[in-house]
């Protein structure tokens, strides 16, 4: 039952380039500019493979979140980023993913400092994949077109109408600290392309290398006010954002709860909402598979970043005819995904992010054992050092139980059998939420039956979270509003305007 760690539990020394940016001094982006807050308040960021303070953001009170929209309103209102040629706009966008590039290590390391996940995973995936949304978004901002359309009710040639595509104007964007860099770009990348100007607030967990990330952003070129980054608490910065009337669009991704909240608060002045949330998704295996090898991809779904990702794969189908071995065979790759600290290059995962996030995960596993669930990996922590959680899989579940329903966001699977695959769709789809799912077989009819049979807003097949900037991605049901990534995601930030013209 027990997972082994691999070696060291000791977070090895920070790089200096680390240290440096763990030493500045808690401040917002504002106008290209960082200012502190007058209030002086400030939040602790901890490592979560220590436990230990190690740094202070700003926490930004209203009146500094009201200067950073007020900052971004201007920038939109006097065209100094929407009237740019498309072109440089799109080199500006390129100059900043090259930065990234530039500076990946330094950026790698920050996250996994920050949010505890793999250094090496981080350079690996979380920086290259944010570059490249920069790089692809970029792209947009030379192909935005509207249209030209012949009115239906009007003689030929008597008007002259056609369609625009303009910038939504002002976009707040608050992220969560699952992929700190990822969502920061995810969100601004699209935004900037439409010509939108922005205030981003990343998780108050996680904003180191959103703050990094407005370095670069000077070096790049933007003028003042296009994109602003300030750090605060959720209830109060992130509210603040929400509701405020200059704010014309508000995209956010994090917990369905806030995205509720977020929904009714940007209802009052009908702001434009997108929303990336929760989600429950689930792993479907067929009988005809190779076992060792969709064993191994199911792992990799739910253990993947600790099961911190809104798409893990937290719930195993197995048909009943391979179930045993599917489980087993997952049970052994969880050692593979023994925890242990971010900078150990040794681990491919780390700590969960917080205190609150791993006493809600054993919580969940708790919660599993009472309603009658059985252990079958892991339901412990291998240290006391972080907040580590073991990869854990839970088998004897049945439909009702709290761990079947709910997202636990960590690396918890919960394992079930079924019997044909119209009960596993059903199965699938008795959940709130429908943003990723897979299907693991080699049969092309039954792939392409469950992928249409399944409500999510992702459907994989053989593989899991296979996510990529030039498909749109969102969720079914309480997963969300909206589509991001892919064209879609740009008109996700704009309007159409239709011109009608007497001739
Ligand atoms: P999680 O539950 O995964 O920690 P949350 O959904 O709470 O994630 O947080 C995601 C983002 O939403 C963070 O940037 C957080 O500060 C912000 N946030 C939390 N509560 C609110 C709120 N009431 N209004 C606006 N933003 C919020």
Request: charged share 20%.
């Amino acid at each position: 039952m027990n997972v082994m760690p691999k070696n060291s539990m000791v977070q090895p020394e920070y790089s200096s380039a680390a240290k440096k940016a763990l030493a500045r001094r808690p401040s917002l982006f504002i106008n290209n500019e960082w200012v502190e807050s007058k209030t002086g308040k400030t939040i602790d960021v901890i490592d979560p493979s220590t436990r230990k303070v190690v740094s202070q953001i700003a926490d930004a009170s209203n009146e500094e979140i009201d200067r950073a929209v007020a900052a971004a309103r201007q920038a939109f209102d006097d065209g100094r980023w929407t009237g740019l040629p498309p072109i440089a706009r799109e080199q500006m966008i390129h100059k900043l993913a090259d930065l990234i590039t530039e500076h990946a290590e330094e950026l790698a390391e920050l996250e996994a400092i920050d949010n505890g996940k793999n250094a090496g995973v981080a350079a690996g995936m979380d920086i290259p994949a944010s570059a490249g949304m920069l790089h692809y978004m970029a792209g947009w901002a030379t192909k935005i077109s509207g249209s030209q359309i012949d009115p239906m009710a009007a003689p030929s040639g008597a008007f002259h109408a056609y369609v625009r595509k303009e910038p939504v104007g002002v976009a707040a964007q608050i992220v969560p600290w699952n992929f700190p860099l990822i969502m920061a770009t995810g969100k601004i990348a699209p935004a900037l392309a439409a010509g939108c100007t922005i205030v981003l607030k990343p998780a108050e967990q996680t904003s180191l290398t959103a703050l990094r990330l407005a370095d670069f952003v000077v070096q790049a070129g933007f003028p003042p006010g296009v994109i602003n980054v300030v750090t605060g608490l959720g209830e109060t910065a992130g509210a603040r954002l929400s509701t405020h009337p200059d704010v014309d669009k508000v995209a956010f991704t994090g917990s369905t709860e806030v995205g509720k909240i977020i929904n009714r608060a940007a209802t009052d002045s009908l702001k434009r909402v997108t929303l990336e949330l929760g989600g429950k998704s689930p792993v479907v295996v067929m009988p005809d598979v190779d076992v060792e090898s969709v064993a191994a991809g199911a792992a990799g779904a739910i253990f993947f970043n600790a099961g911190q990702i809104c798409v893990a794969g937290s719930r195993l189908f197995a048909h009943k005819s391979v179930f045993d071995k599917v489980v087993e065979g997952v049970a052994k790759h969880a050692d593979d995904w023994a925890p242990g600290p971010s900078l150990c290059p040794e681990y491919r995962m780390g700590p969960l992010v917080s205190d609150e996030q791993q006493k809600r995960v054993m919580g969940f596993i708790e919660s599993g054992k009472k309603e009658g669930a059985s252990i079958v990996k892991g339901g412990d922590s291998p240290s006391d050092a972080g907040y580590f959680v073991n990869p854990t899989i839970l088998v004897d579940v049945n439909p009702n139980m709290k761990v079947v329903r709910e997202e636990i966001f960590g690396p918890v699977l919960v394992a079930q059998r079924f019997d044909d695959i119209d009960e596993v769709a059903k199965a699938a789809n008795d959940t709130l939420y429908g943003l990723g799912a897979s299907v693991w077989t080699k049969d092309l009819s039954t792939m392409h039956r469950l992928a249409s049979k399944i409500k999510s807003g992702s459907v994989w097949g053989n593989c899991h979270s296979m996510i990529d900037p030039a498909l749109p991605f969102g969720g079914y049901k309480q997963s969300g509003i909206g589509r991001e990534q892919s064209s879609t995601g740009v008109e996700a930030y704009m309007e159409t305007k239709s011109v009608i013209i007497a001739l």
